[in-house]
């Protein structure tokens, strides 16, 4: 038996070990928040679990080389799949505490049983204060190791879940290997090593797919299948597809649903469109999806669509993505328009083309960054970027669900100068949704309606402007740069809901 | 690692940050790489080139004399005003004379690929109405855009300081405003809107003659002495006397005495600390709030520059004498560029610079030194702009305009890009981190200013911003460290009333006129802006040209 060899084991072992710890603590901090607090107990609870497994190793006084081996594979695989498994438990139960310790104690447990029963199977070779020596040394030094390459490169370079499965795969293989370096000890080795062999290739397979486990239980936090999944500088895109459609969310928040999103877009892009006299020359801002731009392209005399999107990963995904580009009717792609990646702000303030309509559709205004789309100083830019007779549609969220914040939309649109004509509709995913036409000068409707339409027809145009008592007029403050009332409001109202 | 005076960065940040900062940042002395960067204040050498027994030889004297109308010594807010004021009524014969290689003085900007931002001055208050020169200057400039029946201005909205402005990081987290609300027990609550009432009626009162108490420029408030004997006491005295005991209170009265002053409310007369309350505000009605630009008051700075033509001023001149020469002066300067003397002679010259380099410049001074020039102190600042490639992170409220620590000495930072007509918050910033050596012996302060190089700066502003952010190692890519050696007048007990501000004041022979802050009491740049023009007018009276006043 080669010692210098299983003194690599205690190495390898407790490396593994105090890497478990830290992705047990880690993740804890992640998910629960509060770091401090979640590390400490996590590596108290760990450290108990340690002193448990030592204590439990009395109890094994039969075949220790076999029980030790086998405890290294099972050390290798609840290791290896804690951090999918407590992602997991996150996302189905609401009990992700509870499966934390009970992870954090199975393999603490473990790994407290590893090395008393290692120094019972090496107590016959090797003088016993030599022993206890040198098995410390390389226990405390695999601590060392493991301490410095979790933060440093195992999850910036693989994350939790792949850091987790590779080691877990190490250890499995380190359990394998010991079935050699022990052999004399181990008598009939044949269905161990199958074992061995079998924790390893689970882990394996869960090392190659850890990539689309991360995917995986992101699934979980959505109502339908995550589809397509991915992150761009500003925020994170995720379509899901149910039997009902597909949906996109951005950042959590849903941006439509392929079910109902002919209401809402409709709803958002005709009014203006006919009241104004001339829509030659159409800006949307928001509205990468090309869905708006598919409501504009109905109309034969466009000329130029201008969209400004700060994201080109949503314009990209609604010009390549199948799916989307039929549910756009390839709008992002029609010679008419023309898309813009940058800040709609800086477009408005840098910029001094003309536009008939302008179409705002922007998310809603739950932070600071946001809020600035729906300021006064913003609405004066977008006046000055108006050609006479020009209209613009805004989305103003809700009217029900954040009945001040909308009207706070119109109070500051009329303290920019417009005159405006506050609407809303029915759009089942979102519920009572609301919009704001507006215009320098009082305008009137001017133009038909075009052919083909699911949901407006001029009744229903009509119609939209009545508020019943629930959703009617209430004062709000100008939201304006220097106060950004309209984030209060929103937040407020919308905390009402949630 | 040895910093400064074999100080180890732990012992350096506990100095100069305290201790919560050095706890919270310096846990692991392990390794980093340092931010590349340098310090970069140059006028120190020059400047000092004036002072006596230094131990440089006297600056030679230029043998061709050139003759001007007005010349002004020092191109920072003040000098600035005053050719902005004589431009403003037609003086061309003009000519002003900056030591620095830029113009602006405290008020200067600098800028990189990624923002302009401000080496000082970074806000201006709204004026409460509008009237006075600060106001015609923001007409000028488009900030004001009307006015309203009641006299108040309108601001350009994009000027003012957008929402979210303040936050203040305590123990793990950042909280909304500069009053640290989380945790506070019911009487320090009941103790701060005791506080809030009490400015309220205070920034209403009227003297016998009408005049607001507390205003701005001061000048135009009351000097009665029922109101100036508060300027006898201390800030920390006045609230010990009113019974403001919550420490949550102090810590904000000392840090509003420290953010303009440079000193806590302890160093600071009652009356100036009761002004900064009072003077932005009437009664229940506010100014508008802090007019902003991502370089600061840099923007006021050019606009002010805007009126010169380029001969009218030079930078990199350091006048160094003053000498009364038929019935005007003659100015014997160094141009610090070309190594070379210039002499000048001017019917009327405005000085203004601070007192401290009066007392050097104006040569009947050096024999029969004024005894009012000793009573003018000034406090020394550091100020760094840290550039990163991204906002930092942190937990709890949004990155703000201004990001002020709790537990350290330092002021925090401002977000030079705060005010970018953007809707994002991705992508590089720069953000000016400011210090005030707020020591009582101001000499001592500035050797410690001026000891630290830009290893111990670049350590402290490091620690400074890591204790909030957490891997902000990662995001900054250079800072710049300006020392300013006199940064600012302090408005210490029994200086702003004294008298000597007032004696200070007045103009020698008719011809030699002078403008600064430090004759206002406080570092502002109404103070500056109004003791320009007025100093201006003088001249515009000297020279017999009938104008109406700005001041009014």
Same mark, same amino acid.
């Given at each position: ?64 080389? *076999? ?25 189905? %139960? ?46 405390? #030094?695999? #601590? ?28 499995? #293989? ?18 161990? *090593? ?6 390893? #290739? ?130 992002? %792609? ?62 103003? %969220? ?22 405006? *004509? ?77 | ?54 131990? !440089? ?86 900030? =004001? ?87 006898? =006491? ?10 403001? !005991? ?15 002053? &440079? ?34 008051? &840099? ?129 590089? !910033? ?48 250079? =800072? ?27 103009? =020698? ?44």
């Amino acid at each position: 038996m080669n010692r210098s060899l299983l003194f690599l084991t205690v190495l390898v072992i407790a490396t593994c070990g105090l890497v478990y710890e830290l992705i047990a603590g880690t993740l804890a901090s992640y998910l629960i928040g509060d770091s401090v607090t979640q590390f400490s107990t996590a590596i108290g609870v760990y450290l108990s679990a340690l002193g448990l497994g030592a204590y439990l190793s009395r109890f094994i006084e039969r075949a220790v080389a *076999r029980r030790f081996v086998e405890i290294e594979l099972a050390v290798a695989f609840v290791g290896g799949i804690s951090a999918p498994l407590l992602f997991l438990c996150f996302s189905f %139960t609401g009990g992700f505490r509870v499966a934390l310790y009970l992870v954090v104690i199975a393999i603490g447990t473990l790994v407290g049983l590893e090395i008393p029963l290692l120094l019972r199977i090496l107590k016959d070779l090797v003088r016993f204060k030599d022993l206890v020596s040198q098995v410390l040394t390389f226990d405390y #030094a695999g #601590a060392l190791v493991a301490s410095l390459l979790f933060p440093l490169i195992l999850v910036p370079k693989l994350g939790l879940v792949r850091t987790s499965l590779l080691f877990g795969l190490v250890n499995g #293989a380190v359990g394998l290997w010991s079935t050699w370096l022990l052999r004399p000890a181990l008598g009939e080795v044949q269905r161990l *090593r199958l074992k061995a062999v079998g924790v390893c #290739a689970l882990l394996f397979v869960g090392f190659v797919m850890g990539e689309r486990l991360t995917w995986f239980y992101e699934d979980q936090l959505y109502a339908d299948d995550v589809v397509m999944a991915k992150s761009s500088p500003y925020q994170r895109i995720v379509v899901t597809r149910g039997r009902r459609g597909f949906s996109l969310f951005l950042n959590g928040h849903l941006q439509f649903a392929s079910v109902d999103e002919y209401r809402y877009h409709e709803a958002l892009v005709h009014p203006a469109m006919v009241y104004a006299p001339s829509h030659r020359h159409v800006l949307i801002l928001g509205g990468g999806d090309g869905l708006a731009a598919r409501e504009v392209l109905r109309y034969p005399d466009v000329e130029t669509i201008t969209l400004v999107d700060l994201d080109d990963a949503v314009t990209t995904l609604g010009t390549t993505w199948d799916e989307l580009a039929e549910q756009n009717g390839h709008s992002l %792609t029609n010679r008419k328009l023309k898309i813009v990646n940058t800040d709609a702000m800086q477009f408005l303030a840098e910029g001094d083309g003309k536009y008939d309509v302008v179409v705002v559709d922007f998310p809603d205004p739950n932070n600071f960054s946001l809020g600035k789309l729906y300021t006064t100083r913003f609405y004066r830019l977008l006046k000055r970027r108006l050609a006479p007779g020009g209209t613009v549609v805004i989305q103003s %969220t809700s009217p029900l669900f954040a009945r001040q914040t909308y009207w706070c939309v119109v109070q500051t649109l009329e303290a920019a100068g417009f005159w405006t *004509r506050p609407y809303h509709a029915l759009v089942p995913s979102f519920g009572e949704w609301g919009y704001v036409l507006a215009a320098p000068e009082p305008r009137s409707r001017v133009h038909p309606l075009p052919p083909g339409l699911r949901f407006l027809d001029d009744e229903t145009l009509e119609g939209m402007t009545k508020f019943p008592p629930d959703m009617s007029r209430v004062p709000a403050e100008v939201n304006r740069l220097n106060n950004q009332v309209l984030v209060h409001y929103f937040e407020e109202e919308w905390r009402k809901w949630d | 690692m040895g910093l400064t005076g074999g100080l180890t960065r732990r012992e350096l940040v506990a100095a100069f940050l305290g201790a919560a900062v050095a706890n919270a940042s310096c846990r692991k002395e392990r390794p980093r790489a340092q931010v590349p960067g340098a310090l970069v204040d140059r006028a120190v050498e020059t400047g000092h080139r004036l002072r006596p027994g230094s131990g !440089t030889a006297p600056l030679p004297r230029a043998k061709e004399i050139q003759n001007v109308e007005v010349l002004i010594a020092g191109g920072g807010v003040a000098g600035l005003s005053a050719a902005w004021r004589l431009r403003g009524a037609g003086v061309k014969d003009l000519l002003l004379l900056e030591l620095d290689e830029a113009l602006g003085g405290t008020a200067r900007s600098g800028k990189n690929a990624v923002s302009a931002f401000p080496w000082g001055a970074h806000y201006l208050p709204a004026p409460l109405q509008d009237r006075g020169p600060a106001a015609k200057l923001l007409h000028e400039m488009g900030a =004001i855009t009307g006015t309203r029946d009641d006299g108040t201005p309108e601001i350009a909205e994009q000027l003012l300081v957008c929402e979210p402005d303040e936050r203040l990081f305590y123990r793990g987290a950042w909280y909304p405003g500069l009053y640290l609300r989380a945790g506070a027990s019911a009487d320090d609550l009941a103790q701060l809107h005791r506080f809030e009432r009490r400015m309220v009626a205070l920034s209403a009162l009227r003297d016998g003659r009408g005049r607001k108490v507390f205003a701005v420029p001061l000048e135009e408030g009351s000097d009665d002495a029922e109101w100036t004997a508060l300027d006898r =006491i201390s800030m920390a005295e006045w609230l010990e006397r009113e019974g403001f !005991t919550s420490p949550r209170l102090r810590w904000y009265v000392d840090y509003a005495c420290r953010d303009d002053y &440079g000193a806590p409310a302890e160093r600071i007369s009652a009356w100036a600390g009761l002004w900064y309350f009072c003077a932005r505000r009437d009664g229940e009605k506010e100014n508008a709030g802090f007019l902003t630009w991502p370089e600061g008051n &840099g923007r006021l700075v050019r606009q002010l520059s805007s009126s010169l033509l380029p001969k009218q001023h030079r930078t990199n001149v350091l006048v160094h004498t003053l000498e009364p020469k038929d019935g005007g002066w003659l100015a014997h300067a160094w141009d610090a560029q070309k190594k070379a003397p210039l002499g000048f002679f001017a019917r009327q010259v405005v000085f203004a610079g601070p007192r401290f380099v009066a007392g050097y410049v104006v040569a009947p001074w050096r024999t029969a030194r004024p005894g009012f020039l000793d009573a003018f102190v000034y406090g020394p600042w550091a100020v760094a702009n840290v550039t990163l490639n991204q906002l930092p992170l942190g937990r709890g409220y949004p990155i703000c305009w201004d990001n002020v620590f709790y537990e350290s000495r330092s002021l925090g930072y401002v977000v030079a890009t705060h005010q970018r007509e953007v809707a994002t918050d991705v992508g590089p !910033t720069v953000l000016t981190w400011y210090y005030p050596l707020d020591g009582a012996d101001v000499r001592a302060e500035r050797q410690r200013l001026l000891q630290a190089d830009y290893n111990a700066w670049e350590a402290l502003v490091m620690a400074d911003l890591r204790a909030a952010h957490p891997g902000v190692d990662d995001l900054v890519t250079r =800072i710049e460290v300006m020392r300013w050696g006199h940064a600012m007048i302090r408005p210490v007990p029994g200086f702003v009333w004294g008298g000597a501000r007032t004696k200070a004041q007045a103009s =020698i022979g008719g011809s030699l006129h002078f403008a600064h802050s430090d004759l206002g009491g406080l570092a502002l740049f109404e103070e500056a802006n109004w003791h320009g023009v007025r100093a201006a007018e003088q001249v515009l009276a000297a020279l017999g040209r009938s104008v109406s006043s700005w001041l009014g």
